[in-house]
């Protein structure tokens, strides 16, 4: 069992930067392949970032060059800086893990945090 804190997350104007945070308990964290998700206001949730626990990253197109997804196993947390922040990217924004799995479907990770709130205003 992995259970998952994500924190960081605020408001900012676009143009901003802001760091999230996703803390993770458990005995295995770098074992684990970690990603981050985001749902806008009534739109589907959405893959954003992942890393794999051999540190390879992968992000959708929408954020590629401005989000940079990094993990500290020793803290046993995953990052997701965010740079050169646009409307756009105001969703909430979910952390997620998997034993084995490192694609982008959401569906497929069994560990969640609860998601933490990022607005960014224009």
């Known amino acids: 069992q992995v259970q998952l804190v994500e924190s960081g997350g605020g408001l900012v104007q676009a143009g901003g930067s802001l760091r999230l945070s996703c803390e993770a308990s458990g005995r295995t964290f770098s074992g684990y392949n970690m990603a981050w998700f985001r749902q806008a206001p009534g739109k589907d949730r959405e893959f954003v970032a992942r890393i794999t626990s051999g540190g390879s990253t992968n992000y959708a197109d929408s954020v590629k060059g401005r989000f940079t997804i990094s993990r500290d196993n020793g803290k046993n947390t995953v990052y997701l800086q965010m740079n050169s922040l646009k409307p756009e990217d105001t969703a909430v924004y979910y952390c997620?893990?998997?034993?084995?799995?490192?694609?982008?479907?959401?569906?497929?990770?069994?560990?969640w945090g609860q998601g933490t709130q990022v607005t960014v205003s224009s």
């Open positions: 997620a893990a998997h034993l084995t799995y490192s694609g982008i479907a959401q569906g497929r990770y069994d560990y």
